[in-house]
């Protein structure tokens, strides 16, 4: 059995795309996943499956599509990916506070030369690294009033992207870590 971590992209954010947890998870035990476990209510499940997790992913958003009305983008890591997340931010080992720090999942690594047309933008004191499938955020005030965090990283690079707090991707890895 291999451990993932599904990220939904949009869920139960500013009032769309509700999707109650007991039902998302409830998704996921049906498409024979198990140890299924959500936390918070933005689309974050933790499970284990058999072999690839792609198939599983397909039957549970056609499932939300189905049951109610739209196909979240799901996003996926294993712990070790998740590890490798936690221990290569660079503003974490640069001594940046926790709580300024978020990472935008990707679905794909993108191209380099769409990493490299990034470097035309800049809001300090707002920072970002892309590193293979993920990007580095520090923003020191805060997410929601962040120019960087409303860039559209998604059509910049080419792929889907979704956002993570830094206390959110800590908390994932230790549910993922706990399945053993």
């Not at 409830?26 to 140890?35: N, P, R, T």
């Not at 080992?93 to 933008?121: I, N």
Request: aromatic share 8%; proline share 6%; net charge positive.
């Amino acid at each position: 059995m291999t451990t993932y971590v599904a990220l939904l992209r949009g869920i139960n954010v500013g009032g769309k795309h509700k999707l109650p947890m007991k039902d998302l998870t409830e998704l996921y035990v049906k498409a024979g996943c198990s140890q299924v476990k959500t936390y918070i209510q933005s689309g974050n499940v933790v499970f284990q499956t058999k072999g690839s997790a792609e198939p599983v992913c397909a039957k549970v958003s056609a499932a939300i599509e189905k049951t109610f009305g739209f196909s979240p983008p799901i996003i996926l890591r294993t712990t070790d990916e998740m590890e490798k997340v936690t221990r290569n931010n660079p503003f974490l080992k640069a001594g940046a506070p926790e709580v300024e720090l978020h990472v935008l999942f990707l679905a794909d690594v993108p191209k380099r030369a769409d990493v490299e047309s990034l470097s035309q933008y800049s809001f300090p004191p707002d920072e970002f690294i892309v590193r293979g499938k993920e990007v580095y955020l520090r923003l020191p005030n805060g997410f929601g009033t962040s120019k960087l965090a409303a860039m559209r990283f998604d059509a910049k690079l080419h792929t889907v992207v979704t956002a993570r707090n830094w206390r959110t991707v800590n908390q994932l890895l230790e549910i993922m870590k706990s399945f053993g």
